[in-house]
């Protein structure tokens, strides 16, 4: 971008300077010398809207390219947590299963103890 805005620069700079210096050193009518100003002029729009519409073409087609790389990126960070939640909640389910055999077993054991003590009293 900044390469193009130099080039925009020199050009505006060379019209400059070339129609001043072909006002200077014109040999020829004002009438001629003013048509080869227009003349100029026009070229340099001409340009001037060629560079103007490649550099927006250019910053079109960086924004997609970013716009592209942030929708894929944030997906595959979506994918990664989701995959990340399914492991808890995996992992919670078996840790689960786990708390309640024990806690089975604890109640197993109490509900022995507690005969034992309805037996004795």
């Not at 100029?40 to 592209?68: G, I, P, W, Y």
């Not at 995959?83 to 309640?100: F, L, P, R, T």
């Amino acid at each position: 971008m900044s390469n193009n805005g130099s080039t925009f620069l020199g050009i505006i700079a060379g019209t400059a300077v070339g129609a001043a210096l072909g006002i200077l050193f014109a040999p020829d009518k004002g009438s001629k010398t003013r048509e080869r100003i227009a003349n100029e002029a026009n070229l340099a729009k001409e340009k001037f809207t060629a560079e103007a519409a490649l550099a927006k073409e250019q910053l079109t087609t960086s924004a997609k390219d970013l716009k592209e790389r942030v929708v894929s990126t944030a997906t595959d960070k979506k994918q990664t947590l989701d995959e990340q939640v399914d492991a808890i909640v995996q992992s919670a389910s078996h840790k689960a299963d786990d708390i309640i055999t024990t806690l089975e077993k604890k109640l197993a054991e109490l509900k022995v103890k507690n005969k034992k003590i309805q037996k004795t009293s």
